[in-house]
């Protein structure tokens, strides 16, 4: 069965520096979602993505958020200075459609020091 | 602004029980209703999606339905087991948004 894919599945970086978190989305599906969770907290909505650009963006999402698909294949979330409340495990999503079931990827657990 | 709470928030039952998590949301204008499962430290699986035209969804042991006009969902397991023990989160599609809101979620122990 297709799944959703992510990686690192586990990230640790120092404050001020940029990561990139990785997902390769279900092949035939067309929307592309972000979404965080930090320890303890519920699952928040960051980013979602359409036909090669942002359709929806959560007020956490600033300046220091970027997503990208740069292939046809991955979708990428970029945080450029990376803060210690960005400690959080990130998941990526993809649907067929935007009223159809958001598939999941297995997270990627990222620790800011 | 939409609100998705869910009651109970922990939930430990002996194995071999049937039981009901239950989910509200506060803005009826929705597209779909997601159930999850989420387990420790690990992602969402998606268990049942139901259609804001939908009352109901089943999958297996799972049985989803829908109140849209009252803001509410429940979601019943039949003949629980060990291996259901984990975090069950809905998530409420609006039409006015392109995103998934999540509840609190349900941690669920079965007890062998």
């Known amino acids: 069965e297709p799944e959703v894919t992510q990686t690192p599945s586990h990230q640790v970086t120092q404050m001020g520096q940029e990561v990139i978190l990785r997902c390769v989305p279900i092949?035939?599906?067309?929307?592309f979602y972000w979404y965080r969770q930090i320890l303890g907290q519920k699952v928040e909505f960051l980013v979602s993505?359409?036909?090669?650009?942002?359709?929806?963006k959560s007020e956490i999402f600033d300046d220091q958020f970027s997503v990208e698909r740069p292939d046809g294949s991955n979708f990428t979330l970029k945080i450029r200075s990376t803060k210690l409340e960005d400690s959080a495990m990130y998941f990526c999503?993809?649907?067929?459609?935007?009223?159809?079931?958001?598939?999941f990827g297995p997270g990627t657990r990222l620790l800011v020091l | 602004k939409q609100e998705v709470t869910q009651i109970p928030a922990a939930l430990s039952v002996p194995e071999g029980e049937n039981l009901v998590l239950n989910c509200s949301f506060t803005?009826?204008?929705?597209?779909?209703l997601q159930w999850f499962r989420q387990d420790p430290g690990k992602g969402l699986t998606s268990l049942l999606l139901i259609q804001s035209s939908q009352r109901e969804q089943t999958s297996g042991r799972l049985n989803a339905s829908l109140d849209k006009s009252s803001g509410r969902s429940t979601l019943y397991i039949a003949a629980s087991q060990p291996g259901d023990s984990a975090t069950y989160l809905c998530?409420?599609?609006?039409?006015?948004?392109?995103?998934?809101?999540f509840g609190t979620g349900t941690l669920l122990a079965v007890q062998p």
């Open positions: 999503a993809s649907s067929a459609n935007d009223v159809l079931t958001q598939y």
């Open positions: 993505f359409y036909n090669n650009e942002i359709s929806e």
């Open positions: 803005d009826s204008a929705i597209y779909n």
């Open positions: 092949s035939n599906h067309l929307y």
């Open positions: 998530a409420v599609y609006g039409g006015a948004t392109n995103k998934l809101i």
